[in-house]
């Protein structure tokens, strides 16, 4: 027996909650581009939308959480940089310390983070 719309599950992926947020917000894409100073585009957001793109780096999703006006934790969580509550304190520290800089290549990015471990295994020394 097929499912009707009634039944189906509610889509929880990233894009469909993004496209929830905006739609809540009455905004369009253009708008949205617009209040992200250009930082995501009105075509890159119908991607991320559409499930054409799952995991937007860390700056996209903090553009996003400050036009929404929700948590960028809760926006890092569902594009799976957060894994669990249990390490989600110290993931966010490190994302939040690392993505605070604008223009952090992966390189740097892998390097700060290995850096910050290796400060963490000299304090408990």
Same mark, same amino acid.
């Given at each position: 027996? %097929?499912?009707?719309?009634?039944?189906?599950?509610?889509?929880?992926?990233?894009?469909?909650?993004?496209?929830?947020?905006?739609?809540?917000?009455?905004?369009?894409?253009?708008?949205?581009?617009?209040?992200?100073?250009?930082?995501?585009?009105?075509?890159?957001? %119908?991607?991320?939308?559409?499930?054409?793109?799952?995991?937007?780096?860390?700056?996209?999703?903090?553009?996003?959480?400050?036009?929404?006006?929700?948590?960028?934790?809760?926006?890092?969580?569902?594009?799976? =940089?957060?894994?669990?509550?249990?390490?989600?304190?110290?993931?966010?520290?490190?994302?939040?310390?690392?993505?605070?800089?604008?223009?952090?290549?992966?390189?740097?990015?892998? %390097?700060?983070?290995? =850096?910050?471990?290796?400060?963490?295994?000299?304090?408990?020394?």
């Amino acid at each position: 027996m %097929s499912k009707t719309a009634d039944q189906r599950t509610p889509d929880n992926s990233l894009g469909a909650h993004l496209a929830r947020l905006r739609d809540a917000a009455g905004l369009s894409l253009r708008q949205v581009e617009e209040a992200t100073k250009n930082e995501v585009s009105n075509a890159y957001l %119908s991607q991320l939308e559409n499930n054409k793109i799952t995991k937007p780096s860390p700056n996209v999703l903090h553009a996003l959480s400050q036009v929404y006006k929700v948590s960028y934790e809760d926006l890092m969580r569902r594009a799976g =940089y957060i894994t669990s509550d249990a390490d989600a304190e110290g993931r966010r520290q490190a994302k939040v310390a690392t993505f605070a800089i604008k223009d952090v290549t992966p390189e740097e990015e892998k %390097s700060l983070l290995a =850096y910050l471990a290796f400060i963490r295994q000299q304090k408990k020394k």
